[in-house]
């Protein structure tokens, strides 16, 4: 069985509100994929539609875009792990190809989340967690990562100041990604001036400016076999390793609070599939949802040691000239965070990389690119790394 | 307990209840009696908290309760500066997880703690609360 490769990466612009339905939306994704494979919709076999359903007005969404995008009759399946929905929906697609069922499918990434409030939202990404045993307590996303952050603290020398070093760091680039929700620069400064809106508690020691913001957006990954990679492509990036994990959705599961193990068991599983180790990495983006997910990714994905995360941020090793660039789109944090679509725009920004298109934001001419996609409070670990070769 | 056509006492759990009806509807009866309970397996002695009606190790769904007592240690906590729908009344407070080894507890930390008493790794006890309109949840307090 041949190798399978993505040959052609799109998302929209990710906006605060976006004018228009949701099979509009995506299209605008899907329109820059198929344009970039230089492909039509009559080359698609077989589509993976991937949000969270519960932002959705729309019953069974991807019988809608399968008609929209000129998708019919071929076959299309819906697939959701909250926030890694279009991880989840590339490993989908890369299962379908690899065993011969379909020889090229599209992973269609999508959120419109403005439709509800900002307190709707967090209380339906809350539901993302236990809703039998913990939401009744009021939980939400920013205290679940919180909780997280204080327990980071605790154990090692991690210190807020050091988390607002990688928002500084999402909006020294994401002041350069024109697909991205919040442009303006954001600098230490504002997280030390309790006048500053970025220094306002969220749920301690979370700041507004430790969390990422809501979009609308759409994303699409056009997937291929080996086979027709060559035919359609002149730089087809193979998927090398593809990792996949759960974890206890109740915290009460949980045995640490300094990382996310399913994060770890995804990373393992993507690194011994691409016979490739941490070192070897030459760009990654990493879901950095709030930023101490961010800091513990440093650490579950062995760019760090566990606890030392913080001086790779300190010494601006994550940075684009540093040892391992991460996010250097600007993350979820500049880009904000269109949960179904979110992973489809890593999985591009990394495509670009490695096909050396990335405009201001290239890397050094990078071989191995990794995409870390988190769904709910690492619920879901995806680790997927690509390669030019 | 009297009959009731349709057992959804689990609604009466935390501020808002995302469930009415669970084969562990028992545990709301405990707390009303000031009893944290959680569930062991009659088969293969597995211990759960939260109680589950069902084994996972062994799959028998022979349970009985216990009782939490004792003393659980903080891993980690949370203070909420602003909550989702239905919850705005309750801010501030803490979200928390006290670990008794052989099962761990999520839930909050009791409101009359003030901030600067709280510690990581402090031996913390699980108490019943009861709220406004006979709901009921559980929080953590110093020992």
Known sequence: MGRVAIIGVGQSQFVRSYPG?????????????????GITSKDIDASVVCSAPEYDKQRSPAGVFAEYLGLNPQPTFYTETLCSSSSTGLKLAYS????????????????????????????????????????????????????FAQAHMDRYETTPEDLALIRVKASTYGQLNDRAVYRKAVTADMFADSDH???????????????????????????ASEEKAKAFCKKPIWIKGIGAASASVNMSGRDIFTGLSAAREAADQAYKMAGVSPDDI???EVHDCFTIAEL?????????????????????????????????????????????????????????QLRDEAGDIQVRDPQIGLVHNIGGVGLYGNVTILGRE | MGKRE?????????????????????????????????????????????PRADCHACLSSDMEWFDIDGSGKLMTFSNLGFAPVGFQE???????????????????IASDMADTDIQIGMEMKTIVNRLADDRLNFVFEKV
């Open chain 1, 197 to 223: 809106i970025m220094s306002n508690a969220v749920s301690s020691p979370l700041r507004v400016g430790d969390c990422c913001a809501n979009a609308d957006g759409s994303s699409c990954i056009l997937v």
């Open chain 1, 282 to 284: 030459d760009v990654a």
């Open chain 1, 296 to 352: 513990m990714a440093y650490e579950n994905l062995g760019f760090a040691e566990p606890g030392k995360g913080c001086e790779l941020i300190r010494n601006k090793e994550t940075y684009k000239e540093g040892r391992i660039p991460i996010n250097v789109d600007g993350g979820l944090l500049s880009k904000g965070h269109p949960i179904g679509a979110t992973g489809g725009s890593q999985i591009r920004t990394i495509v670009l």
């Open chain 1, 96 to 147: 379908l190809v690899k065993s011969g069922l379909h020889d090229v499918v599209a992973v269609i990434g999508f959120q419109k989340m403005s439709e509800i409030s900002s307190s709707e939202s967090q209380e339906r990404m809350g539901r993302g967690a236990d809703i039998q045993w913990e939401s009744p307590f009021g939980t939400m996303m920013p205290a679940y990562y919180a909780m």
């Open chain 2, 90 to 108: 309750d801010v501030p407070y803490r979200i928390a997880v006290l670990d008794y080894g052989e099962f761990k507890v999520f839930g909050r």
């Open chain 2, 6 to 50: 349709i057992d959804d006492r689990f609604k009466k759990f935390g501020t808002v209840s995302f469930t009415a009806t669970t084969k562990v509807n028992d545990f709301i009866d405990h707390l009303e009696n000031d009893r944290v309970s959680g569930t062991r397996c009659k088969s293969c002695g597995q211990v759960y908290f939260p």
């Open chain 1, 21 to 37: 339905a949701i099979r509009e939306l995506v299209f605008e994704g899907f329109k820059e994929s198929v344009t970039d494979a």
